[in-house]
């Protein structure tokens, strides 16, 4: 069983510019979700893809935005990076009400 | 939106002793997952656990869902537990299958 991959592992980006995160989701999970950790806090949720289609989103602006493709990976990107998107982004899958899985994650730093 | 709170926020321990960790939440939840983050920034899956106690390993828990709590108990702590819990409540509503997690208790056991 494949678990959830994400690339690239570490990204540094200067303000103003965008970036695309990528996810492959763990093989049978049909449902992805993407979670935002900065330093000493806990993960918060930014959105969730399903069926290609957004089903629910966080307190987060258009800027983060995403995609879902038929094979389930997904995409998420930034534009405009401010020096607070800095963290370690998070990718999960699922199926159903099954638990989430994690990915190790992306740490982006925006300088 | 609902409220996750852990305690203790630090934890410093002996390797070989035991320790419970707090979860609170302040509002029904369809079910309740811990995690372990290491320091690598991984999430790995400990429970899910919408209720009764469940057990694996050095490791337990308990979800009373009823009075808004679970509670994490690691017994023989070894170093290799150090690291980050989170517990993590699971809501189906409007912003979809999110998880609100709670600001985690940051464990250090030492040799």
Redesign the interface.
Known sequence: ETGVTQSPTHLIKTRGQQVTLRCSSQSGHNTVSWYQQALGQGPQFIFQYYREEENGRGNFPPRFSGLQFPNYSSELNVNALELDDSALYLCASSFGGSPLHFGNGTRLTVT | GIQ?EQSPPDLILQEGANSTLRCNFSDSV??L?W?HQNP????I?LF?IPSGTKQNGRLSATTVATERYSLLYISSSQTTDSGVY?C?VFMNN???????????TRLMVKP
Request: net charge neutral.
């Open positions: 996750v369809n079910n997952q995690f690598w920034g991984q999430l899956n899910y989170f993590a409007n912003a979809g299958n999110m998880l609100t997690f709670g600001g985690g």
